[in-house]
């Protein structure tokens, strides 16, 4: 007896009714996998075209065309952020900070959690690219990095090299100092 004699008109509709529903999800699946290829293509294309002009504009942001006048200590908020091992070191910079007439916001460890091997970096949007030179004075070494903020908080993030603010009796910084040397803005991290 043949295998297709066996099965009754019942079984021999429901194998075909799941052959059906099995094929058809199939198909749905293939499609989704080539929607999403699409997709993630189509990203990587707009995203390698946009690199590069956002590279261009990061660096354009590390050396504003033109210097602006540094605003007064007081009138800049500062978060200061420890981005090292040492426990109370963004408390104790924070009171030199405001002791020198800044407006500490936050003190926290680095929110961005990475690793800073120098001085410190400083971190702004492109409007407050002159309070963030002023911030940058205060460290020796520091480095300015761009970011896509809108408000005019500068960050402060201590590195493993920090020893010491810079000295305060130094000369401040003027309309024609520029930031220091910087990295491009990591948000995508």
Known sequence: ?????????????????????????????????????????????????????????????????????APAPADIQVNIYNATDRNGLASAVARLVRERGFVVVDIDNDPLDREITGTAEVRSGPDQQAAAGLVASLVPGATYVPDERTDAVVDLVLGEAFEALADPAAPAPTASSTLPPCQPSQQAE
């Open 1 to 69: 007896m043949a295998f297709d004699e066996q099965m009754s008109e019942g079984d021999y509709a429901r194998r075909r009714r799941w052959k059906r529903i099995r094929t058809s999800v199939t198909l749905l699946v293939l499609i989704g996998f080539v929607v999403g290829a699409a997709w993630y293509s189509w990203r990587n294309v707009v995203n390698d075209e946009g690199g590069e002009a956002a590279a261009e504009q990061s660096d354009q942001a590390c050396a504003p065309g033109v210097p602006t006048a």
